[in-house]
Nanobody, 123 residues
Framework: QVQLVESGGGLVQPGGSLRLSCVAS????????MGWYRQAPGKQRELVAA???????RYSDSVKGRFTISGDNAKNRVYLQMNSLKAEDAAVYYC?????????????????WGQGTQVTVSS
């Protein structure tokens, strides 16, 4: 199975920056989309940014111009650079990866989530 581990969350003041990192490991896989989601208390999980294997990038309107998603295929990593953080950005951030993994000589679909990393924005 493809496993995802996030890191880089923490406490930051409004206006500050954080860089989240997510590494994928486990079976041999090829990804279709890797992305970041977030979930604040009492709210639904929402897409923050996504990167397709064709290089197409999508951002939620609330983070455009402040957040940047990037990937390193050689290291199976995806990053989220978050600048000009606001109180409303506080949430648990989850990494997601969807694609195909090689199992028993066959490719099968997968959709994996990390355990989440907490981002707190407070003065």
């Amino acid at each position: 199975q493809v496993q995802l581990v996030e890191s880089g969350g923490g406490l930051v003041q409004p206006g500050g920056s954080l860089r989240l990192s997510c590494v994928a490991s486990g079976s041999i896989f090829r990804f279709n989309v890797m992305g970041w989601y977030r979930q604040a208390p009492g709210k639904q999980r929402e897409l923050v940014a996504a990167l397709s294997n064709g290089g197409v990038i999508r951002y939620s309107d609330s983070v455009k111009g402040r957040f940047t998603i990037s990937g390193d295929n050689a290291k199976n990593r995806v990053y989220l650079q978050m600048n000009s953080l606001k109180a409303e950005d506080a949430a648990v951030y989850y990494c997601n990866c969807a694609g195909q993994e090689l199992v028993g000589g066959f490719w099968r679909q997968f959709d994996s989530w990390g355990q989440g990393t907490q981002v707190t924005v407070s003065s």
